[in-house]
T-cell receptor, first 115, second 119 residues
Framework: AQTVTQSQPEMSVQEAETVTLSCTYDTSESDYYLFWYKQPPSRQMILVIRQEAYKQQNATENRFSVNFQKAAKSFSLKISDSQLGDAAMYFCAYRSADRYNDMRFGAGTRLTVKP | DSGVTQTPKHLITATGQRVTLRCSPRSGDLSVYWYQQSLDQGLQFLIQYYNGEERAKGNILERFSAQQFPDLHSELNLSSLELGDSALYFC??????????????????FGEGSRLTVL
């Protein structure tokens, strides 16, 4: 079974600085999707960024970018120019692309942004 | 707005009771997923339906059941409730990855959740 591990329960960053959240996963599949979701205090699940495993190029969405290392099964999220509104729980997630499959989540990393 | 609608948003009930949570997926999505998030924890997969049929089961208790109706809305039934069942219950929908749809991004679209409090 696929597992997703987020080894940082909590992280802190100064406003305008850069922070990287770590995620590793375990799978024997070759085709899959990886995601980072943000959950602010409202508890809504918001998609931050998405990566298809067959794409070698790292995904980027404005201030958010990923470092996808397929061989190492690593998928980290970098937040540049951190803003107060970035404070939230961040979940890394894995989903198989070739089956009717659910999405598996890591335990989450709570990000605090200091003014 | 994700397009996924969940009702009720909040529910308070007593131990031993039964509740039903409802979910309407995004227009066109055939697959519905239910997740449970206990306080300050990750999302635990409960069950998945595709076009009315159960497709996958996660850590769903026997006291819990779900179904997906012909109009594709889904209901999660929680019975003999215990204090530990207090949680945020999310419904999500998606295009099934196995379908060759160019717009398919693999993403799950989440509702705002139903917060259940068992007293």
């Amino acid at each position: 079974a696929q597992t997703v591990t987020q080894s940082q329960p909590e992280m802190s960053v100064q406003e305008a600085e850069t922070v990287t959240l770590s995620c590793t996963y375990d799978t024997s599949e070759s085709d899959y999707y990886l995601f980072w979701y943000k959950q602010p205090p409202s508890r809504q699940m918001i998609l931050v960024i998405r990566q298809e495993a067959y794409k070698q190029q790292n995904a980027t969405e404005n201030r958010f970018s990923v470092n996808f290392q397929k061989a190492a099964k690593s998928f980290s999220l970098k937040i540049s120019d951190s803003q107060l509104g970035d404070a939230a729980m961040y979940f890394c997630a894995y989903r198989s692309a070739d089956r009717y499959n659910d999405m598996r989540f890591g335990a989450g990393t709570r990000l605090t942004v200091k003014p | 707005d994700s397009g996924v609608t969940q009702t009720p948003k909040h529910l308070i009930t007593a131990t031993g009771q039964r509740v039903t949570l409802r979910c309407s997926p995004r227009s066109g999505d055939l697959s519905v997923y239910w997740y449970q998030q206990s306080l300050d924890q990750g999302l635990q997969f409960l069950i998945q339906y595709y076009n009315g049929e159960e497709r996958a089961k996660g850590n769903i208790l026997e006291r819990f059941s779900a179904q997906q109706f012909p109009d594709l809305h889904s209901e999660l039934n929680l019975s003999s409730l215990e204090l530990g069942d207090s949680a945020l219950y999310f419904c999500a929908s998606s295009v099934v990855p196995a379908v060759a749809v160019s717009s398919n991004t693999g993403e799950l679209f989440f509702g705002e959740g139903s917060r259940l409090t068992v007293l």
